[in-house]
């Protein structure tokens, strides 16, 4: 299974920007959905966005509505999630993983990487 790879996280203040990169090496996911999950420290997963195929049909989580864009490079094969307006409580590792319109994580089409932490100081 490819193993996905994300990039971009860092450390911020309230208020600030981040955007992280999305990358399948070798895996087009063509079809299917990407999503982004995060998990803050004593946290279960929880989903944030996702996108479809043909990266017309973006899906919010409530918590990040109105301030994360999720968007789709079908030709260069990256998902991208333009996080604004950060608030402390987005701290958590932030993973993409493919995704099915429940906003669940579909097992068997790839495995996880190692996410990208984003820390947000107040």
């Known amino acids: 299974q490819v193993q996905l790879a994300e990039t971009g996280g860092g450390l911020v203040q309230t208020g600030g920007s981040l955007r992280l990169s999305c990358a399948a090496p070798g895996r087009t996911f063509s079809g299917s959905s990407i999503g982004w999950f995060r998990q803050a420290p004593g946290k279960e997963r929880e989903f944030v966005a996702r996108?479809?195929?043909?990266?017309?049909?973006?899906y919010y989580a409530d918590a990040v509505a109105g301030r994360f864009t999720i968007s789709r490079d079908t030709v260069k094969n990256t998902v991208s999630l333009q996080m604004n307006s950060l608030k402390p409580e987005d701290t958590a590792v932030y993973y993409c993983?493919?995704?099915?319109?429940?906003?669940?994580?579909?097992?068997?089409?790839?495995?996880w990487g190692q996410g990208t932490q984003v820390t947000v100081s107040s």
């Open positions: 996108i479809n195929w043909s990266g017309i049909t973006p």
């Open positions: 993983f493919p995704v099915g319109i429940t906003n669940a994580p579909i097992s068997g089409l790839a495995s």
